[in-house]
């Protein structure tokens, strides 16, 4: 039987599990977000779609540069540190190892990959952002498979 839930069915979408990075200046900060996309083969993009109240959005705005940390199946404990605080109020970063790449946006250590990107656009979406990326940048871990967001994991 099917019922007719607009909530129920738009839980039903399978995403990965991120953590969006940016530098804008000397600030670093992070979030963890699931939606997130291919977009085009030539040039490799994608898009993010951030909240326009978090301090990331800011940040992205600001800087025009972004990296997705793609979380491994083992890292529900490292998306909800990313998830859970604002980073207006508190260090994201203290104590969690990261390196940078082009962008100079912090790339997570021992995460599934990560996308290291250029803001080409962004368009508004309702309450969010969503913000258009040229990679200029990518890595994986083979052995690392990739964290499926289940909303029971983190809410």
Not at 9 to 15: E, N, T, V
Not at 39 to 62: D, Q, W
Not at 102 to 109: E, F
């Amino acid at each position: 039987m099917i019922t007719r839930s607009l909530d129920n069915a738009l839980k039903r979408i399978i995403s990965g599990v991120y953590v969006i990075t940016t530098r804008a200046g000397d600030i670093i900060n992070g979030m963890t977000a699931a939606w997130v996309t291919r977009v085009s083969f030539n040039p490799p993009m994608l898009c993010v779609a951030i909240g326009k109240t978090r301090y990331t959005h800011e940040l992205i705005e600001k800087s025009g540069v972004f990296a997705v940390n793609i979380l491994g199946e083992n890292q529900i404990d490292l998306g909800k540190h990313f998830g859970f605080k604002s980073g207006r109020d508190f260090n994201k970063f203290q104590g969690i190892p990261y390196e940078t790449e082009k962008t100079g946006s912090p790339i997570l250590k021992d995460t599934a990959g990560y996308l290291d990107c250029e803001v080409r656009n962004s368009c508004d979406a309702g309450d969010h952002t969503i913000f258009v990326g040229k990679i200029v940048s990518a890595g994986v871990n083979p052995e690392i498979r990739p964290l499926i967001y289940r909303r029971e994991d983190f809410f």
